[in-house]
């Protein structure tokens, strides 16, 4: 049971926490059962056994790839109280209030923004195209996460490579049939840039809801 | 690319037509495709479509099941403009309100009300439990999508046997490792309630949404 999807306030967790983190324990515990050996060192594997269990689905183990610097730039910047630029509205409603304030992220989705929609109609392109590239000069040291819209995670890509933006971190996770799985196996092969990305078809909001709790929590382990 | 994850007023979707609409079209004929034959009757199969469109994973033809009325009372609850009762933000957040609009659905969450958590308290169960116990009275005929949480889908189940309240349709997705399968399976039991449930452990908010999504669409097409 992910009980992050249900947090409204920041109070909330607290609340939760004898009932739910037993929950999450005995269901962190069945995933280690099951995976048995795996190759991740500890800290991807946290990512990791979020994810299965936001899930359900083990084939995200087969399916995740991790830039060599993915976890440590990405909690590095959420330590700084980086933002975090979502496609989703249902990124930014899934993320515990709880687990932001630790370091006060903020959580914006660009293409909400009433420009964005006059942009896009301006340069012709789609609304989450002109969403991003009319924030991309917030995008530097910011963690990007993208669980929809494959055209909003190749007008990231294009950002890095064509303008030298600089995300602390890219979380390519957009589902879908048509240009998703191209759209992160360009992500996963660029060297120089932080990523954690879900090959094929798979991923979604709730699974970059997932990670994005995974990092906060490693995040606020440094901290204690 | 599940486009109604973005939709953030009524006017959203209007906008997208030509692109998404063009992208969705082409998900669902590759999705088509590569199902090949299926035992669903055709209005089952745009639910099935639209959930496998929105995780990317064919499992769930394999993993849903229908109650034999369930397509049809929830389709004729959302045209007699029928609340929909979620047990997370995600999904009253992730439904498309240019969709909600046709009947005006209303999408309730419960568990953010302030009354949840006094009565949680007081009660000493769970939020979610409270939540719905809270609303039971406002059930009948509605329609119930729990994505999250298999307790909220238990105690729905509770309802329906001791309190004789009558759901229009119950979607039972909760997602995990701890009391998802168990709530679901017997969701699927149940003869006499209309029902959409996917076995085992797969599910969460993003899957209820696509099957309300997939009902909605079907009652619009009712209207046209």
Redesign the interface.
């Known amino acids: ?3 992050n ?4 306030s920041t109070e909330d967790r607290p ?2 926490v004898e ?1 739910g983190r037993s ?1 999450e324990m ?2 962190f515990r ?2 280690d059962a099951e995976m048995g050996e795996h190759p991740f060192p500890e800290d991807q594997w946290q990512v990791v056994r979020r994810v299965i ?5 083990f ?1 995200y183990a087969r399916q995740i790839r991790f830039h060599p610097r993915a976890v440590a730039s990405g909690v590095a910047a959420l330590t700084r109280g980086a933002s975090i630029f979502a ?4 990124i930014a ?2 993320l515990s209030p709880w687990r932001l304030q630790w370091y006060g992220n903020e959580a914006v ?1 660009p ?2 923004h009433p420009e964005s ?1 006059i942009r896009a109609e301006e340069q012709g392109v ?3 195209v002109a969403a991003f590239r009319g924030v991309s000069d917030q995008l530097n040291g910011a963690v990007v996460a993208i ?5 909003a995670l190749l007008e990231v890509l294009r950002l890095i490579r064509e303008d030298g933006v600089r995300p602390a971190l890219v979380i390519g996770v ?7 799985a191209e759209s992160k196996d360009q992500l996963q092969r660029m060297t120089d840039q932080p990523a954690i990305a879900v090959l ?7 699974v970059a809801v997932a990670i994005l709790h995974a990092l906060l929590e490693l995040a606020g382990n440094v901290n204690q």
């Open positions: 049971m992910a009980l999807e249900l947090m409204g609340g939760l009932a929950i005995e269901s069945i995933i269990h936001t899930t359900g689905d084939d496609d989703t509205r249902m409603v899934g989705v293409a909400l929609r789609t609304r989450s669980g929809n819209a494959p055209t957009p589902v879908g049939f048509v240009q998703a094929g078809r798979k991923g979604g909001s709730s």
